[in-house]
């Protein structure tokens, strides 16, 4: 029997896999390996995976800023499918909607439209696509309509259709006859009579200068979970088991376990909602379309900060300094900086100075110049389309 780290629940060894405390929605897999462990059971993997770092990765802000990465590294000599926006639940009401069921809509990079039919969640409004685990189980329909910027990629809208909605059970309809290509080659389904009406009422609803209303529904506390969570796994992960027993360690459990109108734990740090960090300070700790994290030690305790792309930025004390000596301190004692590229799947690591003195043009990092330059390069390419 063995304890997990999150849970603190005695189980046996068999239940325990293997957990990215840097998430792989973060791009977690190109960390150290000192950020993976084997101490955490199955069950808090899973679920925390599935509840926890959803919802943070879907939470709208936070979703669209991995998805304007996706565009910026989006090489047009290498089409991929890219991700669809989320626009919000829309007012439109196709034909046969269940009162339980929501019509959301998303759009695609060249304004292609898709309205897609799924339950309503209450509980988990914020999470952008809804209950991934209702998801993963219960059928439900989408409707695809290309646009007229399409005709100029039409591939690239053929390529984000096939990608969308990966991974769950989603009955894909095309709206659009497209003349050449069959859209069962990319797994959408026949239309049945329900979804022949459907298809006619969006193609007459969604054409034209129609004007409609969408809402979007944001948690201020989405990421409170997954910040003690992403904090408790690095302080284990650079400490061991000498942080467990200290009353901080307790505090980010209890954290990682909080519920929506609970009194919060005395954790330390500032989110980014709370505004608390200038431009100076988000340019300084991230980098363009990168996810950061560093790890930093002060008189306070042991901090994490993350910052997504210089634009959003999260710091919390990870460790206190109770049961951690001069040993334990010195690998990290000048500052060390993560930095990912998940979808390129790559992932550095360096110390706070030499990051400033990089950010700074006063040491070379050719692997990061290579992506910096790629990144320039076809900025222009989706204003053009
Ligand atoms: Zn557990």
């Given at each position: 029997m063995k304890e997990c780290i999150y849970c603190k629940r005695p189980k046996p060894v068999e239940d325990f896999t293997l957990e990215h405390v840097i998430p792989q929605c973060l791009g977690g897999a190109y960390a150290p390996d000192k950020f993976k462990t084997r101490d955490v059971c199955g069950q808090c993997n899973n679920n925390l995976g599935l509840f926890v770092d959803a919802s943070f990765e879907k939470n709208w802000f936070v979703s669209q800023f991995f998805r304007e990465a996706a565009y910026a590294l989006f090489d047009p000599a290498k089409p991929v499918g890219l991700p669809l926006t989320p626009m919000g639940s829309s007012d439109l009401m196709p034909p046969e909607l269940q009162e339980d069921d929501v019509c959301e809509s998303w759009l695609g990079p060249l304004g292609e439209q898709v309205y897609w039919i799924r339950p309503k969640d209450a509980r988990l409004y914020w999470y952008v696509g809804g209950n991934p685990r209702t998801t993963k189980k219960v059928e439900t329909r989408a409707y695809f309509q290309f646009s007229e910027r399409s005709t100029k990629n039409a591939l690239l809208s053929w390529l984000t259709f096939r990608d969308?909605?990966?991974?769950?059970?989603v009955r894909k309809i095309m709206c659009t006859i497209v003349d050449g290509a069959d859209p069962a080659d990319i797994g959408f389904a026949p239309p049945d009579r329900l979804d022949a009406a459907r298809i006619e009422f969006f193609r007459t609803a969604c054409s034209g200068e129609q004007t409609r209303k969408n809402s979007l529904a944001i948690y201020t506390r989405y990421d409170v979970r997954f910040m003690a969570k992403l904090a408790l796994g690095v302080g284990y992960s650079l400490f061991g088991e000498k942080i467990l027993s200290t009353d901080y360690t307790a505090e980010l459990q209890k954290a990682l376990w909080h519920r929506e109108g609970e009194q919060l734990p005395d954790i330390q740090g500032t989110t980014d909602l709370a505004g608390h960090f200038d431009q100076l300070f988000k340019d300084v700790t991230g980098h363009q379309y990168a996810v950061t994290l560093l790890i930093l030690p002060s008189k306070e305790g042991v901090a994490v900060n993350l910052n997504l792309g210089s634009k959003m930025n999260w710091i919390v004390k990870c460790a206190s300094l109770e049961n951690l000596d001069a040993a334990d301190i010195e690998p990290i004692k000048d500052g060390v900086v993560i930095i990912l590229y998940k979808y390129l799947q790559r992932g550095f690591t360096m110390t706070l100075p030499e990051f400033i003195a990089y950010k700074g043009g006063m040491i070379d990092h050719n692997d990061l110049a290579t992506i910096n330059n790629h990144i320039g390069k076809h900025s222009e390419y989706f204003k053009n389309l």
């Amino acid at each position: 029997m063995k304890e997990c780290i999150y849970c603190k629940r005695p189980k046996p060894v068999e239940d325990f896999t293997l957990e990215h405390v840097i998430p792989q929605c973060l791009g977690g897999a190109y960390a150290p390996d000192k950020f993976k462990t084997r101490d955490v059971c199955g069950q808090c993997n899973n679920n925390l995976g599935l509840f926890v770092d959803a919802s943070f990765e879907k939470n709208w802000f936070v979703s669209q800023f991995f998805r304007e990465a996706a565009y910026a590294l989006f090489d047009p000599a290498k089409p991929v499918g890219l991700p669809l926006t989320p626009m919000g639940s829309s007012d439109l009401m196709p034909p046969e909607l269940q009162e339980d069921d929501v019509c959301e809509s998303w759009l695609g990079p060249l304004g292609e439209q898709v309205y897609w039919i799924r339950p309503k969640d209450a509980r988990l409004y914020w999470y952008v696509g809804g209950n991934p685990r209702t998801t993963k189980k219960v059928e439900t329909r989408a409707y695809f309509q290309f646009s007229e910027r399409s005709t100029k990629n039409a591939l690239l809208s053929w390529l984000t259709f096939r990608d969308a909605f990966e991974g769950r059970r989603v009955r894909k309809i095309m709206c659009t006859i497209v003349d050449g290509a069959d859209p069962a080659d990319i797994g959408f389904a026949p239309p049945d009579r329900l979804d022949a009406a459907r298809i006619e009422f969006f193609r007459t609803a969604c054409s034209g200068e129609q004007t409609r209303k969408n809402s979007l529904a944001i948690y201020t506390r989405y990421d409170v979970r997954f910040m003690a969570k992403l904090a408790l796994g690095v302080g284990y992960s650079l400490f061991g088991e000498k942080i467990l027993s200290t009353d901080y360690t307790a505090e980010l459990q209890k954290a990682l376990w909080h519920r929506e109108g609970e009194q919060l734990p005395d954790i330390q740090g500032t989110t980014d909602l709370a505004g608390h960090f200038d431009q100076l300070f988000k340019d300084v700790t991230g980098h363009q379309y990168a996810v950061t994290l560093l790890i930093l030690p002060s008189k306070e305790g042991v901090a994490v900060n993350l910052n997504l792309g210089s634009k959003m930025n999260w710091i919390v004390k990870c460790a206190s300094l109770e049961n951690l000596d001069a040993a334990d301190i010195e690998p990290i004692k000048d500052g060390v900086v993560i930095i990912l590229y998940k979808y390129l799947q790559r992932g550095f690591t360096m110390t706070l100075p030499e990051f400033i003195a990089y950010k700074g043009g006063m040491i070379d990092h050719n692997d990061l110049a290579t992506i910096n330059n790629h990144i320039g390069k076809h900025s222009e390419y989706f204003k053009n389309l």
